[in-house]
């Protein structure tokens, strides 16, 4: 993992003028593929926020392999969470650092904490980690018996119940937000992707 780390600011999504609607996300639990929705959130500060109420919340893919230092933005529905971020650098195919949350401070202390840990997963709540499992190893494998993999797996799922997680594997769910080859919509490093077009969304 050679990304640099990150602020909240890295997350910012600016608002444009004149657009109401913003492409968003939208998972289904069990299923890797995603669909496309539209929604109108929030603006705060001439930016676009998350909006937790509507189980809209923000997601980023941050480029981990030190190459250009991207930042892909968008919106994701369907997690739940209600507060606080969850990261892992779990990522198919790239395995690049996605991030899902409900506020850009809590991601960018989820991203920190992998950074730190050379890959693995988070979840942040309130700007601590509330559990985490360390991967090492090009950030994809632990050296841990799997015991104690086992263990802090649990903890990680309970963590995301914690902050309102409505779905049973969200950390499988979002290994496959950045996989941009089975559709409909999912999100890169570079950006929001349309697998149907084969092209990036605006």
């Known amino acids: ?16 003028a004149g657009r109401n609607q913003t492409p968003v996300i939208a998972i289904k639990p069990g299923l890797i593929i995603t669909f ?8 705060l500060d001439q930016c676009l926020q998350a909006d937790p109420e509507a189980d809209i919340l923000k997601a980023a893919v941050v480029e981990r392999h030190g190459r250009n230092g991207n930042i ?13 971020a969850i990261a892992s650098s779990i ?48 950030g994809l494998m632990s050296l841990e018996p ?27 769910q979002v290994a496959f937000l950045a996989l941009p080859v089975i559709p409909h919509l999912k999100l890169t490093d570079m950006g929001l992707f349309d697998v149907d077009r084969f092209g990036f969304v605006e």
């Not at 993992?1 to 444009?16: C, N, S, W, Y």
């Not at 892909?72 to 606080?84: H, N, P």
């Open 1 to 16: 993992v050679k990304a640099k780390p990150v602020t909240a600011d890295a997350f910012r999504v600016e608002a444009r």
């Open 36 to 43: 496309r929705e539209d929604a109108a959130l929030p603006v």
């Open 72 to 84: 892909g933005k968008g919106f994701v529905r369907g997690i739940g969470l209600k507060r606080g």
């Open 91 to 138: 990522g198919h195919d790239c395995h690049n650092i996605t991030v899902v949350g409900a506020t850009d401070a809590d991601m960018a202390v989820a991203v920190n904490r992998l950074i730190e840990m050379g890959g693995g997963m988070a979840v942040a709540d309130n700007g601590v980690i509330t559990a985490e499992l360390a991967l090492p190893l090009a």
């Open 146 to 172: 799997f015991e104690t993999v086992t263990h802090a797996l649990h903890q990680l799922r309970e963590a995301t119940r914690d902050i309102g997680c409505t779905i049973p594997e969200p950390f499988l």
